[in-house]
């Protein structure tokens, strides 16, 4: 029997430490994402992740069941991955080969270049759009990436969005549309076809 997150905060609360494991298990991997694509780092990413988990784990007693656990667990991961930021004094780029996945991973067999030439032109175009895309997410103001992250990327709605930032709707919009025009004037897409 699958429980509800309702579920395993009330047995987490009443005594039963071993149920925010399911909340953890069920939620580590969007909030790891989220601190990711905030820091641009995966070590920090991870210290965040675990931080926020704990900052839940401590404050469950005040968690507000009217809203999705989910949405609670973005504010603090989100708060938390703010902090951080605040606090770091020297940025931390992400390597080249950890966004293409290392070398080793695209040596494959051979195939027909001839073949697939325009295939390959279309992956590498798409692959250089990318990288330009997180640079220029990791470039955005904190409150404007943590929208566009949000929204665009975790599929989350603006209202939810609203609730996970503390602000409202309206400004997220706003934030929103920021976010993508600064994003689009980052991207030379004419240079990103070649």
């Known amino acids: 029997m699958t429980l ?9 609360i009443a005594g039963n430490r071993n149920q925010f494991r399911v909340l953890v298990d069920k939620y580590q ?3 790891y994402d989220l601190a990711l694509r905030m820091t641009g780092n995966p070590q920090d990413a991870a210290d965040i992740t675990q931080t926020a988990f704990l900052k839940m784990y401590n404050a469950l ?7 999705p ?6 504010s603090i991961t989100l708060n938390t991955a703010r902090n ?9 780029f992400l390597s080249l080969d950890f966004r293409l996945g290392g070398a080793e991973e695209n040596d494959g067999p051979c ?6 030439r325009q295939d390959a032109e279309d992956m590498f175009a798409a ?11 990791l470039r955005l103001p904190q409150d404007l990436r943590a929208a566009f992250i949000l ?3 975790h599929n989350n709605t603006v209202k939810d969005v609203a609730f996970q930032c503390g602000v409202s709707e309206n400004a997220i919009n706003i934030r929103l549309s920021r976010a993508r025009t600064l994003l689009y004037k980052s991207i030379d897409i004419k240079e990103a076809r070649k």
Request: aromatic share 10%; no cysteine; charged share 30%.
């Open 127 to 137: 692959g250089e759009l990318l990288k330009k895309l997180e640079r220029g997410l």
């Open 151 to 153: 929204f665009h990327l």
């Open 4 to 12: 509800s997150d309702a579920q395993a905060v009330n047995l987490t």
């Open 111 to 116: 195939v027909d270049v001839h073949d697939r």
């Open 61 to 67: 007693s005040r968690y507000d069941g009217r809203h």
């Open 84 to 92: 951080h930021l605040r606090h770091k004094t020297v940025v931390k």
């Open 69 to 74: 656990f989910l949405n609670w667990a973005y």
């Open 29 to 31: 991997k969007p909030l």
